[in-house]
């Protein structure tokens, strides 16, 4: 019954569970294997749930974050999903093509350092924000959307959403559809899409 946590050393009692492979959360496309060989040699996820959503606008020092379907520690209701349940993504998708990347299906959760840390939105969470903008960074204009390119390493971006299919990524939404969205899709439809009750009005996808 040991917590977990993600910056383990050692034999930590739980290695050889976080270690299983777990079919319904590996994507077919994916070119990883069962394990991430990114990250700790644990059972691979390409599904993460998703996090707050936050919108900071190019060039500003401020934003907004909305609640998304699974906050940290957060139990949320149908009734809690003011916006929706068929308004709201659920679970996206992240790939192992990048310097790291993908995720784990155990996830993290130590919070005394970065590793663990969900505010610092770690790339081996069995979580994703989405996100749009920097207050310091340009180009995390792009980078936080959908198959963002890191600028620095040429790769996928290993904090956001991802997938190998060309395009963009399947998402699971609140009344159980998968739907593709197209990594074009406008910054702020994907940042609302994934609030349950921010009562804004979606664009296209």
Request: a neutral charge; hydrophobic letters at 30%; charged letters at 10%.
């Amino acid at each position: 019954n040991a917590p977990w946590r993600a910056n383990y050393t050692g034999n930590p009692p739980q290695l050889a569970l976080v270690k299983t492979i777990l079919p319904a959360f590996i994507c077919p496309s994916d070119p990883m294997e069962g394990i991430n060989t990114n990250i700790g040699s644990f059972g691979k996820s390409n599904y993460p749930a998703i996090y707050s959503p936050c919108n900071v606008k190019p060039g500003a020092t401020t934003g907004t974050c909305y609640t998304g379907p699974f906050n940290n520690n957060s139990v949320n209701r149908i009734r809690d999903f003011t916006d929706g349940v068929s308004n709201v993504i659920m679970v996206g998708e992240r790939t192992t093509e990048g310097i790291p990347a993908g995720g784990v299906w155990i996830g993290a959760s130590n919070t005394t350092g970065t590793s663990g840390n969900i505010a610092n939105w770690p790339y081996h969470s069995a979580i994703v924000r989405t996100y749009q903008g920097s207050a310091t960074a340009p180009d995390f204009s792009t980078i936080y959307l959908i198959n963002g390119i890191n600028n620095t390493t040429g790769t996928k971006y290993e904090w956001t959403l991802s997938s190998s299919h060309t395009g963009g990524c399947h998402f699971l939404f609140g009344d159980g559809r998968i739907q593709f969205i197209s990594e074009n899709v406008n910054g702020d439809t994907l940042v609302y899409l994934a609030g349950i009750n921010d009562k804004n009005v979606l664009g296209e996808y």
